[in-house]
Structure formats: C-alpha cells, structure tokens
C-alpha cells in the first residue's frame, strides 16, 4: 500500500452509498466557527462486559420480585449503561489518542521490562504448567468426555494454576498479566475449556473483584480459598439479560436490620456454575430507606440454602464447559458479603472487565499458534495436482494470512498484558480492541485453517483417528473458537462501547449541543465551548510525523508502517469528526459507520502491536532467530492490515448501511415472508426466551464438586 494512499479524498463522494443516498459534505461545521461542531454518540456504547453497563442508577430500580420481564425502554438501556461508565480518565490512554488523532508510539513502546525475579518466576509456572498439559492433559478425552476429568482440575490446582495473580500474601502465585495470559495460551492449546475454566474463576469470578474492591476481611476470607483451587464463577446474565442489563430481574431484598439479604432469580449461562464453590452474583436491591438500591455485587457461597443448579448447558463448542442454569430462592447472603456499595455492582464488573477482557484475547492467540502449526505441517505434506497444497497461491495466500495474523494477535495479548502490568495507563479502550479484534480474526484464522485441511477440517479428530490417521481438532477448534464472538460482551455491543469511549472528548467538548431539551443559553454557551475545542483540535489533524519520510526510522523496514498509522490515526479523527458533523445526535445510531471506526481502530491498534513487538524482538536477539524473521511477519501483518484499513475507510461513505437498514424493517414486517416458503421449521416448541418464574427450584440439583 503506497503511503499515498492515505492522501486520498476522505470526505464523502456525492454517490458514495448504495442506497443511492447522496451523504452531504461533511466537515461544514468546522472548528473555529463555533457552530455546532461535534456530533454526538452521547450514549451511543452500550456496555461491555458479560452485559456490561451499570446498575448504578439503574432506571426504575425497585422491583421486588424476579421473574416477569422488565419493561425497560431504550433510554433506560442507555442510562443504564452510561452509569456503568468510569468517566473519569486519570490515566493516559493510547488507544484514545488514538482515535483523537493523537498517535502516541511512546505509550507501547519500549515497554518496561518485567521485575527479573517476576519474569523468572512466571517462566517456572509455565514450564510446570506446559509439563503438567503435556503429560497429563488429553484434550481428545475432555472432548469426548465433555468433562474435565477431576484429576486434572486438582492438578491444575495443586500448580497454582487457580490463583495466578492472586498476591503470595494470600497464597496465590503473584504472577504478572503477561505470565497470566500466556498460561492461558499454553492451556488454551491443549484444551480452551481448560482456558475457560481458569479465566472464568480468575478474570470475572470471585478473584477479581475482591482483590480490586474487597475489604481486607473480604480478601482474608476469599482470596486463599480461591488461589488453593475452590472454583468461582461469574452470574450477571438472565434470561432476559443478555446485553441489556437494565433488565436485570434478580432480586437482593436487605432484612430489616441490615445483617443480610435475601436474593431471588435465576441466571442463565454460569459458565463453571455447575462446579463452582463461590459465585459472584449480580442482584438489584430495591430502593428504600436507608438503601440506595441498584444492581449490586455479591459473594455467595455456592452451596447456600436455596441454591439449585437446575440444568448443564451444552453448547457448539467448549464441551468441556461446566456451565448451568442458577436458581436463587430465598438465599440468605451476609451483607459483609456485599462487594462495595450497593448500586455499583455493575461498575464493579466493568472495571473488572477492563483488564480481565485479556483472557479470551489470549485464547483466540493459542488457537492462532495452533492453526500455524497445523498448517504448516499438513500444507507442506498434502500433494494435489504435482504441488505440495501450500504451493498453490491460494492456499499460499491463507497460509500467510494465518501465520501474518497470529503474530499480531499474540503481538495485542503481550502489548495489552504489559499495559495492563505497568498500572500507569487507562487500558480499557485497549483491552476491549484486543477482546474484539482478537475474536473477530481468531475465527477467520481457524476458518482458513479448516478450509486449507479440505474434508479433514470438517471431519472430527476422533473419526480421523479411527481411521488410523492424525487426530488433527479443527473442526473442534472452529466450533470451540465462535464463542468468543459473543460471550464477555459480543462484537456489536464491544463495538458500541468502544466508540463511546472513542467520542468521548467531543461528548466532553460540545455534548450539550446535540442534546435534546436543552435550553437555548446552553446550547450557545455549549457551542462556544466545542468551538474552543475544534479551533486547537482540528489543525492538529492536518500534519504529523506520518508525513515525515524518515520518521520512525528506529523501526527499520516497518517504519513506513508506523508512519501509516500515524497518518490513519489522524484520518480516523477526521472522519469521526465528519461523522458528528453530519448526523450530530443521530450518530449514535449509526452502528455501521461507528463499528467501521473501532474496526479501523482496532487494526491500527494491532498494526501497533505487531511492529513494537518485531523491533523488541530484534533488541532482545533470542536465540530462536525471532528477531530477524520477526520483522517479515509483522510487515506481511501490516500489509493485509493496510488494505483492510483502506477498504473500511472507503466504506464509511459508500456502503448500503441505509438500504440495508430499509431491507431490514421490511424483513421484519413480514414483507418478505414467502421467502420461507418450501422449507421445514426442525426447531422444537417453546417460547423465545424462557420465563424466569422466581419460586422454588422444580428440579434436581445437579450442582457438584470438581477436582
Ligand atoms: C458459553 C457461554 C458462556 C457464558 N458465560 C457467562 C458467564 O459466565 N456469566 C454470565 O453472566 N454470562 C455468561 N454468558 C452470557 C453471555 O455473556 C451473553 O450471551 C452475551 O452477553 C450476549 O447476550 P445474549 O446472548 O442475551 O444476546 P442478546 O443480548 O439477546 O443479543 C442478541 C444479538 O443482538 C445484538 N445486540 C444486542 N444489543 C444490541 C445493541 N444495542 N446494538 C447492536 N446489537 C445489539 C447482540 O450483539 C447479539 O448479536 C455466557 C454465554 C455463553 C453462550
């Protein structure tokens, strides 16, 4: 991609969409004038996490009773989750000078150097952990078996591999993010339900939030049981609570005299619910007296009175997963067992979140060194039509794009687990790029892995091993990869939240201007302020080091790179500038043109990643020749990255996102309802969403201890 390319016409074209729309010009409001500059997206994120968002002041709390839905509008939704915003940034934040146009390289790199005696001590556990999956781990029986045999729970357990992060003062291990993250790679690779089970107790379960919000009794009491193995999980998604979590109809009613509260409902997909002995709960305790209500986090004991795991879920992938259905029925919790304030549950979770987002990033970086491996291996053996499969170009062409790619995902987990250990930097626009772009990629990089296996990359690894051949899981790495798509908070919803944050200094700057009902004295006031605002931003956007020819030239052959992500960071400033400007308040409702924006973010994010890691590698000179093979990778990572940057720019103006949208409300009035016809419905009867009747549990408990 020639630098020029980034010299090209940004602003709309007059035909640009598909729709046969004709976009205005953007960019007519410009700063300097005063008038009514940025846009908004004001609320346009929604949450994160699981479900994300807040509880804080959550709209209408009060209900007593969990069951029937809440009726919760869209305005609510977004209070919602604006309320579980950590608005304040104390901290610099790379990826939001970022998208501000602001391209600071000095935020990523040189990363300080780990402690030695914390590097020394994480290379032990990994090797112990690498020798333990290698010996006495099969990821084919905990397949077959979709069980994690209890063996290898308590081995994992006797390694430590409980409490990694958890502080030596409370007998955890004490070990860093990064030695965190790739533990999960090395026991994602073996088994990702293993990975599964270790993030699930140790990023959102009961460690988390307790050592970040716990009170010293809280830690004394929770954190040595949880580093000495006793599984936690994480309950904050319902029925109805998927992404929304204003719905949340889990009840904590407080006894009169505050020594307790009593929760009821039921909580759907608890991943390691089934096994779990502590769970961290998310409950809305009703406003009253004395009780500022709101959804609120909890420590409960799993086998509590009133505690039914009614159902083992079972799912595409991730077989191995001890996830259930939690009924809570008059279960007595201790209000020490309260974590922080009532009210803040949600904001506990997303805080948690912003680091503990790492983890599936990790995981979707083990498939990547998976599916390389794998490909490599078996396109260099395969003979078809005279050639080795791996010499056609366009099984080449998937070989380079497997091999390009998993060196900036594993690039994004390092880069983001060292952010997240140095504590000097707001990393949740970065830990959320990385949870989004890692998944988005991981699953294109086990779908090429399962095209280039041909038939084999359907077949099981079991049927392959019947017939006496190698029992290679793509198929099972496919299936097991989609997941991260959807769960800890979904792609569209990372996409939202994400390009919240992103706007977030033009929300600060000109937010009044696009609200509705503001009076007219503040709206000028508020347009006199984003005109100061735009006055200074705006000429910043002009030029940059990005046009400098020999900038970065530290960086060797990936410098004209670096100088490419300056140069699209202060496009993508630009663009997001144009885009308030256009559609002011109704920007929040463009998830199209939004979601290009944090895809282009997150591109140059790992663009970033890749070449900081390339030029690390080569000072540090490992042995393994890393350093020198290194730099080809990220700029063969680089080179895809630009094109998809390019494409996605152009998108922004010339896509059918309003036809499509047209298309859709037409779909959804049943316009098109013949479409359906000659086929058969094989789904069984039943309701869309199960209704969460609180009451007594009418089912067996198949709750039961592992390892
Ligand atoms: C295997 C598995 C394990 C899980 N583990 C846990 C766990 O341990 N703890 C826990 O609490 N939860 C868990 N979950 C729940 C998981 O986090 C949710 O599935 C996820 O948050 C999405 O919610 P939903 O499934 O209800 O989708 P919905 O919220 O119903 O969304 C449906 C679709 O609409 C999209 N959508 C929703 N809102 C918007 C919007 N405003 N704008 C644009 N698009 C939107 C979504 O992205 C999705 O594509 C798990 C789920 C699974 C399947």
Known sequence: MSERAQ??????????????????????????????????????????????????????????????????DE??????????????????????????????????????????????????????????????????????????????????ADLGAFGIKISPEYGGLGLSYLYYNRALIIAGSVSPAIAALLSAHQSIGVPQPIAQFGTDEQKQRYLPRCARGEISAFLLTEPDVGSD???????????????????NGVKLWTTNGVVADLLVVMARVPRSDGHRGGIT???????????????????????????????????????????????????????????????LPASCAAAGKLAVKIAREWS???????????????????????????????????????????????????????????????????????????????????SMAARGERGIPAEQMLRDMRINRIFEGSSEIMRLFIAREAVDAHLAAAGELIEPGVPAGRKARAAAKAGGFYAKWLPTLVTGKGQQPGAYAEFGPLAGNLRYVERASRKLARVTFYGMARWQGKLERK???????????????????????????????????????GFELASAFCTQARLRCEELFSQLWANSDAADVAVSRRVLAGRYTWLEDGVIDPSTPGPWVAAAEPGPSKHDNVHRHAG
């Open 7 to 72: 010299q090209q016409p940004e602003q709309p074209s007059q035909d640009a969409t598909g729709s046969g729309q004709h976009p205005e010009q953007p960019g007519q409001h410009a700063a300097g004038s005063g008038q009514h500059a940025a846009g908004s997206g004001q609320h346009a994120a929604g949450s994160g996490q699981h479900a994300a968002g807040s509880g804080q002041h959550a709209a209408g709390s009060g209900q007593h009773a969990a069951g029937p839905a809440r009726l919760v």
């Open 75 to 156: 305005r609510q939704a977004r209070q919602v989750a604006e309320a579980a915003r950590e608005s304040a940034w104390l901290q610099p934040s790379f990826g939001k000078q970022l998208f501000l146009g602001d391209f600071q390289l000095g935020l990523v790199y040189p990363q300080p150097r780990q402690d030695d005696d914390l590097a020394r001590r994480g290379e032990e556990f990994c090797a112990r952990l690498r020798e333990f999956c290698e010996t006495s781990v099969s990821g084919a029986v905990i397949e077959r078996d979709a069980k994690i045999p209890d063996e290898v729970v308590k081995g994992l």
């Open 245 to 263: 979590p204003a719905r949340l109809s889990t009840t904590a009613e407080p006894s009169a005299d505050g020594s307790e509260y009593v929760l």
């Open 297 to 359: 986090a909890f420590v409960v004991e799993a086998k509590a009175d009133g505690i039914t795991v009614e159902q083992r879920n079972k799912f595409m992938g991730l077989r191995g997963l001890e996830n259930g259905v939690t009924r809570f029925y008059q279960v007595r919790v201790p209000a020490s067992d309260r974590i922080g304030e009532e009210g803040r549950g949600l904001k506990i979770a997303l805080t948690t979140l912003n680091t503990g987002r790492l983890s």
């Open 380 to 462: 260099s053996e395969r003979v078809q039509w005279g050639r080795p499969v791996g010499e056609h170009e366009a099984v080449a062409r998937k070989l380079s794009f497997i091999a390009a790619t998993t060196y900036a995902l594993e690039a994004v987990v390092e880069l983001s687990s060292q952010l997240a250990d140095g504590k000097r930097q707001d990393i949740r626009i970065e830990a959320a790029l990385a949870k989004l772009y890692c998944s988005e990629m991981g699953w294109q990089i086990v779908d090429e892995l399962v095209q280039v296996r041909g038939g084999r990359g359907y077949e099981t690894a079991a």
């Open 591 to 629: 998830q199209g043109f939004l979601g290009r924006i944090v895809d282009i973010g997150a591109e140059l994010y790992a663009m970033s990643a890749a070449c900081t890691r390339a030029q690390q590698d080569a000072a540090d000179a490992t042995a393994d020749g890393r350093g020198e093979t």
